[in-house]
């Protein structure tokens, strides 16, 4: 028994969190510790807080037990899920301070590492990927895989991304035997579009414009295009991949901007050559070499400026 499984082992409560604005790795990893607790240690109290998600997400068991707003409650362990840094917690991060003990599980190359008992697996492709490897395989049930599959899916965008790997590929044919609905999960969570979000999808798509020789796209709304489609960041999930793909390019940069903030959340996205984890770094974010995010306060020329001369000094 590995020192996560033991934790569980020894805790009678327990909560699980994720962080802001949760995608389908955070969504996934955190209903797959769920259902793996629920299924092999039964009488524990697990508790899973996140900020609202996608609809796509709310097949996967337990899902309608996500809870979003705080409660009073001390647990004895906390689990951090898919999150660099503890400020992606938001005002979540309190039970982590609160428990008795902590666990932090990660695959995010710029985590500087938290948690009373850390496992930071950035070889591998996502955090359902890490948490996997720390599973006993033959007591993964098929909703835990379902949920593990979500995850892997999302973060490599359906197993195209350069953090694929072998070990991903073999864990997601794993997952499928035991029950993961493949077909499923790719097409009603990753490729099925609402209308709203087509339509968002086209105006981002109509406001990109190249840079640096056509080696840099940069797309950009602002809060007046989300209030005119009433629209939230949810309605423009897989934006920046969309534009990376554009011919020519190496860098992407998609932006918009939170309601009455000033704040713009820039996610980056390259192919071969750039590091877009140091870029994010230097503004106060992180992730992965190939994919990294952001929130940068001030105007909107000058922040995409500053991304801009960031990327070109790489591509010297």
């Known amino acids: 028994m590995n020192d996560f499984l033991r934790e569980i082992e ?19 990893s955190c209903l797959g510790v769920y259902n793996y607790v629920l299924d092999n240690y039964p009488g524990k109290s697990v508790d899973i807080y996140l900020d609202t998600f996608k609809p796509e997400f709310m097949f996967l068991r337990g899902a309608d037990k996500i809870l979003h707003e705080k409660q009073d409650k001390i647990y004895d362990l906390c689990i951090s899920l898919d999150s660099g840094d503890l400020d992606r917690h938001a005002e979540n991060v309190s039970y982590f ?5 902590t666990v932090s599980v990660d695959h995010h190359v710029s985590n500087p590492g938290f948690g009373d008992v850390q496992f930071l697996k ?27 599959y979500v995850g892997i899916v999302h973060d490599t965008g359906v197993f195209k991304f350069s953090n694929t790997t072998r070990q991903t590929m073999e864990i997601a044919g794993i997952l499928i035997e035991k029950g993961a609905r493949s077909q499923h999960v790719i097409d009603g969570t990753f490729y099925k579009k609402t209308f709203k979000q087509n339509k968002m999808l086209a105006k981002a798509l109509d406001a990109t414009y190249l840079e640096l020789d056509g080696r840099m796209i940069i797309s950009c709304l ?26 020519g390019v190496e860098c992407a940069l998609w932006m918009y901007e939170y309601p009455n903030t000033g704040t713009f959340k820039c996610s980056l996205r390259s192919n071969e050559l750039v590091n877009v984890n140091e870029i994010a770094g230097k503004l106060g974010g992180g992730g992965h070499v190939r994919a990294a995010g952001c929130e940068v306060t001030g105007e909107k020329n000058e922040i995409i400026e500053k991304i801009k001369m960031m990327v070109a000094e790489q591509l010297v």
């Open 10 to 28: 020894q805790a009678e409560s327990i909560v699980i969190l994720g962080h802001i604005r949760p995608d389908g790795d955070c969504v996934g």
């Open 97 to 101: 301070y609160s428990a008795k003990r």
């Open 222 to 247: 602002t809060k007046d295009v989300f209030e005119a489609y009433d629209a939230t960041n949810l309605d423009t999930d897989g934006v920046v991949d969309a534009i990376r793909i554009t011919d």
């Open 122 to 148: 950035t070889e591998c492709s996502a955090t359902a990927e890490a948490l996997f490897t720390l599973f006993e395989v033959d007591k993964i049930g098929q909703e835990c895989a379902e949920a593990l």
